[in-house]
């Protein structure tokens, strides 16, 4: 990303017409943006010639960090999906059994993931089935 900076800002923007150079400035702006956000993340390795090797070749003329790239937000399952991971087991299955929905949502809150409305009707349902059952 450095480099695309460094080359961008070394071209002679005196010559582009109007519209190309609302473009340059986007793209130097995000640029630096993208720069300053992966500057605040730290590296999980580095790489120089000779280490890592099979990843590193002849690319790397100095030692370099290596950073993870930003994992995607997981979210929650849709009943239709859920529906259809229970269809591959029950091939009859046409709607979610009682109770499944819950099921699956405890399992994605265990592992992090949540959607705020699909966490309060998760709550909601146990509190529920928590007085029936008391």
């Known amino acids: 990303m450095k480099q695309a900076l460094e080359a961008l800002e070394d071209m002679h923007i005196v010559e582009l017409a109007i519209e190309d150079l609302q473009s340059w400035n986007k793209a130097v702006k995000s640029l630096r943006q993208a720069i300053a956000e992966a500057e605040k993340q730290e590296p999980v390795a580095w790489a120089d010639y000779g280490v890592l090797n099979w990843i590193a070749d002849?690319?790397?003329?100095?030692?370099?960090?290596?950073?993870?790239?930003?994992?995607p937000k997981r979210e929650p399952l849709t009943d239709e999906q859920i529906l259809r991971f229970l269809s591959r087991i029950d091939e009859c299955?046409?709607?979610?059994?009682r109770g499944l929905r819950e099921f699956a949502r405890a399992i994605e809150a265990a592992h992090g993931i949540t959607s705020d409305m699909k966490q309060e009707h998760v709550d909601k349902t146990a509190k529920q089935r928590h007085e029936e059952n008391t």
Do not use: G
């Open 58 to 71: 002849m690319q790397f003329k100095h030692a370099s960090y290596l950073y993870t790239h930003p994992q």
């Open 93 to 97: 299955a046409v709607r979610l059994p």
